[in-house]
């Protein structure tokens, strides 16, 4: 076999070994599980209310293990893997749809957190509450290919794995909302705007992450996008990542330096 053969098998090879679409799920089934995951029901929601005092009792003893386990039960993510397919799909009702929803659930989590926190006698801000108040490039870097990992999780043909899990510890939604509940109870409201930005940064660059690979995998679109609406689009995109980027760069900067 010659270098040229070698060099093209090589590469097959390394193509084959890296490719999202060989075992992913039909179009149809992944739609399915996005969507079905982003719902709001009431289920749904009393769960999200229990992982959110569970990841606030965590945060108000300094309890890893305790925290871990909100990040575990709570659902919160599927809406922002619906939001995602919504935009990729062009299906701007549907995107529009999920990011209500998961605004209702940012605002009843941060309200169930707030009343627990003014409820509880533990006032001073622990380290595991402090840890939450100031992101930077790291936390974009965690996120981004966190959500990588769960939208390549939420895709593949075979569902049975872990990696939902793994990324719900990792990309940790849960803990700065209750963060930001504790700084609506105890007036702690630089630690609110750190929280809230963490929170901003999770959602968003998991966003993002799906989005990209649902663009490799090719998902139908509602409508065809003109080369004007994609430009426009992909310009929207490019924007709001600098912008909610640009805050961790500049912290990033001054923590090394």
Request: charge should be positive; aromatic fraction near 8%; glycine fraction near 8%.
């Amino acid at each position: 076999m010659s270098f040229k053969n070698q060099n093209e098998t090589m590469k097959e090879k390394v193509r084959t070994a890296f490719s999202l679409s060989e075992d992913s799920a039909p179009h149809e089934k992944i739609r399915e599980r996005l969507l079905d995951g982003g719902k709001i029901t009431g289920t749904n929601m009393c769960v999200m209310v229990c992982a959110m005092i569970i990841a606030s009792v965590g945060l108000n003893v300094s309890s890893t293990a305790v925290i871990i386990g909100a990040m575990l039960i709570s659902p919160i993510m599927g809406s922002i893997l619906a939001s995602a397919y919504g935009n990729v799909s062009a299906d701007y009702v549907l995107l529009r749809n999920h990011m209500i929803g998961l605004g209702i659930q940012v605002v009843i989590s941060v309200a169930a957190a707030s009343i627990y926190f003014f409820l509880s006698p533990v006032k001073e801000p622990t380290v595991e509450l402090i840890a939450r108040t100031s992101p930077t490039f790291f936390d974009v870097l965690i996120a981004f290919f966190g959500g990588i990992a769960g939208i390549i999780g939420q895709t593949r043909l075979d569902k049975t794995n872990t990696v939902i899990p793994g990324v719900a510890i990792a990309t940790a939604l849960m803990p700065p909302l209750c963060t930001c509940g504790y700084s609506i109870a105890n007036g702690q409201w630089n630690m609110l705007l750190g929280a809230g930005y963490l929170f901003i940064i999770n959602a968003y660059f998991i966003f993002l992450a799906a989005s990209i690979i649902l663009t490799v995998l090719k998902i139908p679109k509602t409508k065809e996008l003109s080369e004007k609406e994609w430009i426009k689009h992909r310009f929207r995109m490019v924007r709001n990542t600098i912008i909610i980027a640009l805050p961790s760069i500049v912290a990033l900067y001054f923590m090394v330096h």
